[in-house]
């Protein structure tokens, strides 16, 4: 559709992938707001990202496209993953395997064809209303008072009230600090699409769960070099669509440079898949489609800021941060960043919204993500240390050494208390027993664990609010918000809800409304702090329990014995969270007697 390029929208969004066009969308379809996206090149395009993991699929079924995603040429329906990483047998697992074993209903991706992807993302947005704008560069943003000025190529200014910064992996124009890395595994990625390959779901051994109804996975093997992956993608060839197979290499950039192991040559790509377990197996009768390699850097990294509440800029999908592709996460955290984010600009233009809790809220943004994106990266990198002991005379393994990084924000600490780590990954490295401590206690996310633990108090140990410390009501987002999720299955959930899963699961499309959306508005929440901190404990009704804390401990010191005997096991983790934030003390049994203090202050 061609139009003329307005003066003024409510919000301007630079760049038209997933999160864009997923944030230009929703926007469209629950505000009157005017939005633009503008995108430097042409969609269709061609774009890594082949194989989705299943929270982008509740995003799809929220700005109403999953149908046309389900029926596309492009897509082939994907219901889990096989990993192969440490030379014993391969983990094979549906999404969301152990809520999936009690329900029976399959959590299900899609492996896509990417630019095809964007492309139909692209244009359900525009037939939804967003006014898209292609090849058509940002060159410079402008905070102005109530706005911005956005300059385009060619000197034309455009003027919004929003302004979104969407356009993938590199350092935002918002933002002049410089993108730090998220991680010390540096990676590069080759990859190559084949004919003739056998389907993953094609092996026949007990382990393989996709075999018998023939349920496509993503094959991922680890090797002395890196790891390897295989995804089903439909590409057109000779004017018809074939499923072929996208083969990738992840290695560093190190290994190209040894002798017999530069990846991009398409003959040494070929000899190295041939002895890859797995891969090797499923490619003998591989036909490449074209002799051109393709390339790009897996670096993850993070901007320092994803929000600015006063000049009402965003940062969406890599944007943000962009974190390892192991576990399939891009698009599916930048859709969901989109739909966060068009609740905290539905949020801002809210008259009946205190300014206090919209800033709140645009705060919850920026910290719950910047957590979420450390902890994830810290879960991948548990992956590739337990990897690295099993091949350690290799030049890629031996790059890493020991430099990860643990000097993460302290509200990564309180994901990791809150938390567990992602599912999938840990039933893998724990071959099924989703038991963190046969985890490897010298790798980064157990390390990370142990530093955020501040570990349980003695029974005879007194536990008291500190002076002048107070609990407010405000409103708050509940990220990351994946609609249909369900908790680690150690959590108590109500049967009605773990009900209206699995029947969401049977069908999004049909029953896309039993669930609510978590971040579909900002819901009611307590947060605790103490004065001259900058960062707050934040409480959701019937999550955390956290009033039901506050409560018992406004009377007075209690010892940890008393509390064991009135709070539940989530409610007795939120004390660590509040001793990690300084809200409360631990004082040690024997330990000169507590005074009796004011109480503490309720807003």
């Known amino acids: 559709m061609s139009r003329e390029i307005g003066t003024h929208y409510d919000v301007i969004i630079m760049g038209g992938g997933p999160g864009g066009s997923t944030l230009g969308a929703q926007l469209a379809r629950t505000t009157d707001l005017s939005v633009a996206i503008f995108d430097k090149v042409k969609f269709p395009r061609e774009h890594i990202g082949e194989s989705l993991a299943h929270p982008s699929t ?177 590409k057109r060839i000779d004017g018809r669509w074939v499923v072929t197979h996208s083969i990738g290499i992840v290695t560093v950039p190190e290994v190209l440079r040894e002798e017999g192991k530069d990846f991009t040559d398409p003959d040494v790509f070929r000899k190295t898949i041939d002895r890859i377990p797995l891969i090797r197996d499923l490619a003998t009768d591989g036909t490449p489609i074209r002799r051109k390699m393709s390339t790009a850097t897996n670096y993850s990294m993070i901007n320092d800021e994803f929000v600015d509440f006063d000049d009402k800029w965003l940062l969406v999908g890599d944007a943000a941060y962009f974190v390892d592709p192991l576990f399939s996460s891009g698009v599916a955290f930048a859709m969901h960043h989109a739909l966060s984010a068009a609740t905290l600009i539905r949020t801002a233009v809210d008259p009946n919204v205190p300014e206090q809790y919209k800033r709140d809220v645009w705060t919850d943004y920026d910290r719950e993500w910047h957590a979420i994106a450390e902890t994830y990266s810290l879960s991948i990198d548990q992956w590739y240390h337990a990897i690295g002991e099993n091949h350690p005379q290799s030049v890629y393994w031996k790059s890493r050494g020991n430099t990860v990084d643990l000097g993460v924000r302290e509200e990564t600490f309180e994901i990791l208390l809150s938390t567990a780590m992602d599912a999938e990954l840990l039933r893998t490295m724990t071959k099924h027993s989703y038991a963190a401590e046969d985890l490897d206690p010298d790798g980064p996310y157990v390390r990370a664990l142990g530093l955020a633990d501040p570990g349980d108090p003695g029974d005879d140990d007194v536990v008291r609010i500190v002076d002048g410390a107070t609990m ?67 409480s959701f009704p019937d999550q955390d329990g956290g009033v039901v804390v506050w409560k018992a401990l406004s009377s007075g010191p209690r010892s940890y014995r008393e509390l064991r005997g009135e709070l539940n096991e989530i409610q007795l983790n939120f004390i660590k969270l509040l001793k990690r934030a300084g809200v409360v003390e631990v004082v040690a049994a024997g330990s000169k007697p507590v005074e009796s203090v004011a109480m503490p202050t309720v807003d």
């Not at 409103?475 to 990351?480: A, I, M, R, T, Y």
């Not at 609609?483 to 049909?510: C, H, M, Q, T």
């Open 58 to 234: 509740s995003a799809m079924q929220e700005i109403g496209i999953l149908d046309k995603v389900a029926n596309a040429d492009f897509t082939v329906k994907k219901f889990g993953g096989i990993f192969y990483w440490d030379g014993t047998e391969p983990t094979a697992g549906f999404f969301d395997h152990a809520h999936w074993a009690e329900d029976g209903e399959s959590r299900f991706a899609f492996h896509v064809n990417r630019e095809d992807l964007d492309d139909l993302l692209l244009r359900h947005a525009e037939e939804l209303g967003v006014h898209v704008f292609e090849e058509t560069s940002v060159q410079g943003y402008t905070p102005l008072p109530g706005g911005c000025e956005v300059r385009l190529a060619g000197g034309r200014t455009v003027h919004g009230t929003f302004f979104v910064d969407a356009s993938g992996r590199r350092n935002s124009i918002t933002s002049p600090q410089k993108r730090q890395h998220l991680s010390a595994y540096r990676n590069i990625a080759v990859w190559q699409h084949y004919t003739g390959c056998r389907h993953g779901y094609s092996i026949d051994r007990d382990w393989n769960i996709f075999h018998a109804e023939s349920k496509s996975p993503i094959v991922c093997s680890a090797f002395e070099d890196g790891w390897a992956w295989f995804i089903p993608v439909p």
């Open 472 to 538: 407010r009501e405000s409103l708050g987002l509940d990220l990351p918000g994946f609609k249909g999720n369900l908790p680690p299955v150690s959590f108590e959930i109500p049967a009605e809800y773990r009900d209206a899963v699995a029947r969401y699961w049977r069908d999004p499309v049909a029953n896309g409304d039993v669930l609510p959306s978590p971040v579909a508005n900002p819901e009611v929440c307590h947060r605790f702090s103490v004065p001259g901190a900058d960062r707050e404990v934040r």
